[in-house]
């Protein structure tokens, strides 16, 4: 082989090596990548396939149980992502058992948004650096569209600081479904398949098959929840009203809290982010607590900490 044919080689070999992490991604023993916000394309084609595999629907049709079913894998998912990425992984905001802490891992793994310690050590590093240069998805400072999508899709936002999350790491169920996560969205999606096939040929009176189940419930279902989840990155620095001075652009927006399960109350989670309740006041509907504390009653958490009163009515610069 001559040089320059061993040069063409060399980024197509590195394309394929990338493109090999997503389903076996070290994290922890990544290298620093030089230009660490270039876009990454083996990250780009993943991500875009998914939005492209909605447009099945036109093939495969609809019907109320496919409709259903993404709805329902929508909201559990939601939760798992709110509940126990956020609220449990990323700010250890209440206990529970080493065993839910895995299956809840497992739940937010199936939205394919990485698994639990990627997800976690980016978040930290998001409230130690928010709406600052090195805050990664700030549109204050990387524009809009790289705070809602653009960000992950880098070289730099592949690789976290494992650092932050130590305290995870000690749990090897939660490393391997780090480095694995996308087995779980695939076995889901098989499994919805499955389903749908079964479904259709028991009980064609319900209309779906396997290929709608597998549109709509995996990849419909989950680009909606993918971009629903990017709201709080984006539009909850953009848009809303600021109860207390954070010193960042964090918004509370009732809309985005319908959307995502509470995590539109955004301001008052800068104000205080290890609080399990993310609506502070009543009215401030914030689905992933009262989930939560239903959740408590059954033992299967315990210790959520709560909003102190006197940090709660600590509104600063911003009495409204």
Known sequence: MSHSSSRAATPTLRFLHN???????????????ARPEAIDASRIIPFVLMHLACLGVIWVGTSAVAVATAAFLYF?????????????FSHRSFRTSR???FLFGVLGASSVQRG???WAAHHRH?????DRPEDPHSPREKGFLMSHVGWFLTRGGFRPDMTRVR?????????WLDRYDIAIPVLLALGLFAVGGWLERSHPSLGTSAGQMLVWGFFISTVVLYHATYTINSLCHVFGSRRYD???DSRNN????LVTLGEGWHNNHHHYPSSVRQGFYWWEIDITWYLLKAMSWLGLVWDLKPIPASVREDRADHPG
């Open 167 to 175: 305290d995870l790491e000690r749990y090897p169920e939660l490393r």
């Open 99 to 101: 065993l839910m802490q």
């Open 76 to 88: 559990i998912r939601m939760f798992a992502i709110t509940g126990f990425y956020h609220r449990y």
């Open 246 to 248: 954070t010193g960042d």
């Open 19 to 33: 493109l090999v992490r997503w389903f076996a991604a070290d994290h922890a023993n990544l290298p620093v990548p």
């Open 126 to 130: 998001h409230h130690a650096y928010s």
């Open 254 to 257: 009732p809309w985005l809290a």
């Open 116 to 118: 639990p310690l990627w």
